[in-house]
């Protein structure tokens, strides 16, 4: 190698360790053996890959060997967003509400009823009815894929299967829809 080139790499590294970049990296759950009851097939599956790809915890088949219980529920809607001057629809937005609770074996509630709401603009155009139609699929599929992200991320957050008064984890409500656009 030449010194330009390490040197470059050596930058490289320090920029990147500057402005907090940081890997993902071994999530280590209060529980290690979790049932995921409820939610579609595809979210399920991928946060089986992701709990058990990143951490130690095994995703079991019934509800008797689990140390906790994942229960999701998945809402998606569209509505209008803006309309043009003749009243026809230019774009809408499309919603997902990923609803979730996590229980102990026990029954505790290690963190309560919380929802993880996305929400995405789509231009629309009568022309092209079936590629919009894919379109929404994709943002959907797109929505699902950042909400079961952030639904391990507030699973990492549980840190005992039995949490002390004032120790449990929060509900999260959902933030405030998208404001209306300006006419």
Do not use: W
């Amino acid at each position: 190698m030449t010194r330009r080139s390490i040197l470059t790499l050596a930058c490289s590294v320090l920029m990147l360790s500057a402005c907090g970049f940081q890997l993902r990296g071994q999530q280590d759950y209060a529980f290690k053996r979790l049932y995921i009851a409820g939610g579609s097939q595809a979210a399920g599956a991928r946060l089986a890959r992701m709990v058990q790809g990143g951490s130690d915890t095994v995703v079991v088949q019934s509800v008797a060997n689990a140390d906790a219980t994942l229960q999701m529920s998945e809402g998606r809607g569209m509505s209008t967003l803006t309309l043009n001057s003749l009243g026809v629809v230019e774009e809408y937005q499309l919603n997902l509400n990923l609803n979730y609770t996590l229980v102990g074996k026990d029954g505790t509630v290690l963190i309560p009823p919380s929802v993880i709401a996305l929400n995405r603009a789509m231009t629309y155009s009568d022309q092209y009815t079936q590629a919009k139609i894919s379109e929404s699929e994709i943002l959907f599929a797109d929505m699902e894929n950042d909400a079961i992200d952030q639904l391990t991320r507030r699973l990492s957050n549980v840190r005992s299967l039995h949490p002390a008064p004032g120790q449990q984890v929060p509900g999260v409500a959902p933030r405030a829809p998208l404001p209306p656009p300006p006419l």
